[in-house]
């Protein structure tokens, strides 16, 4: 594994474990290149599962050159901190509690009219103990915390380090190989934008939609990205028989039934247009 150029840190992309992979939901569809079309693979690799479906058989594998689907149009922005890692969109040089608090000004830049009142009372009893300052800075934070969840819906993001590395909005049980590496977030107005409005059950929908992404996104570095082709009963790859790019390989699954099942229909109907024109109708 290559170090990033002149950071030394591993970015996590293009799969950074290609041979590990577990069957998880993806919230997301499935990616057709480039333009919308499937991407012909060689049928020849070793799949890592077949499957027989009403007279057909269909292979699964993994997808060996996946789009990372951060270079999609996601909905949120994942920021994280980590010493070896390059995590998610951004990675800021600051920290993170400087970087919400950087969030909340943007928002409402009248925050800064506080932080200097703050700063001013701090400076006064530097140095000494002071409830006047310890309630100044108890003030700042829950301002900020107000600011923050007027404006943005932020979820935090945690790591699991341990072979694979996987990421969740939830934290993990172990605590020797996990925390919170970074959030995932969406402003307020983004979500107007996508869903109309900002109400509780907007909001919902864009917490839903987030968590969807990081759970996609932690496929995505663990290779959990796959293909399917569809075979005939002669063992012969169908039109449109193909497509790669799905994130978890139960949707893959599903998605090469469903051509299957409208492979089946076509034949039938075109079966049925050939008779009627056999006796004339």
Request: charge should be negative; aromatic fraction near 12%; charged fraction near 25%.
């Amino acid at each position: 594994m290559k170090p990033s150029f002149q950071t030394g840190r591993r970015r996590l992309s293009r799969g950074l474990f290609p041979n590990s992979y577990r069957c998880k939901r993806h919230f997301q569809t499935h990616h057709e290149r480039p333009n919308g079309r499937s991407i012909p693979k060689e049928s020849t690799m070793t799949p890592i599962e077949t499957i027989s479906y009403r007279g057909y058989s269909f292979e699964i594998h993994h997808d060996t050159d996946p789009i990372s689907p951060r270079e999609d149009d996601n909905l949120g922005i994942i920021v994280g901190w980590h010493r070896r890692y390059d995590i998610g969109d951004q990675q800021p040089k600051c920290s993170p509690q400087e970087f919400l608090e950087g969030l909340a000004r943007d928002a409402d830049p009248s925050i800064e009219e506080t932080e200097d009142r703050v700063d001013t009372i701090n400076a006064h009893w530097y140095g000494q103990e002071s409830r006047w300052a310890g309630m100044a800075n108890a003030y700042l934070k829950k301002r900020y915390g107000q600011v923050l969840n007027d404006n943005y819906v932020i979820l935090p993001l945690h790591m699991y380090d341990h072979g694979n590395v996987s990421l969740s909005t939830s934290s993990f049980s172990c605590l020797w190989d996990s925390g919170q590496v970074g959030y995932v977030y969406v402003s307020k107005e983004d979500v107007i934008t996508e869903y109309g409005d900002w109400t509780a059950e907007t909001i919902a929908k864009a917490t839903k939609c987030l968590e969807g992404e990081v759970e996609t996104y932690s496929q995505y570095i663990n290779g959990e990205v796959y293909g399917y082709v569809i075979k005939n009963e002669e063992l012969e790859e169908i039109d449109d028989g193909s497509c790669w790019g799905f994130y978890g390989d139960e949707y893959c699954e599903q998605e090469a039934k469903r051509v299957v099942d409208h492979a089946i229909e076509a034949r039938a109907a075109l079966e049925l247009s050939d008779a009627s024109c056999g006796i004339g109708i």
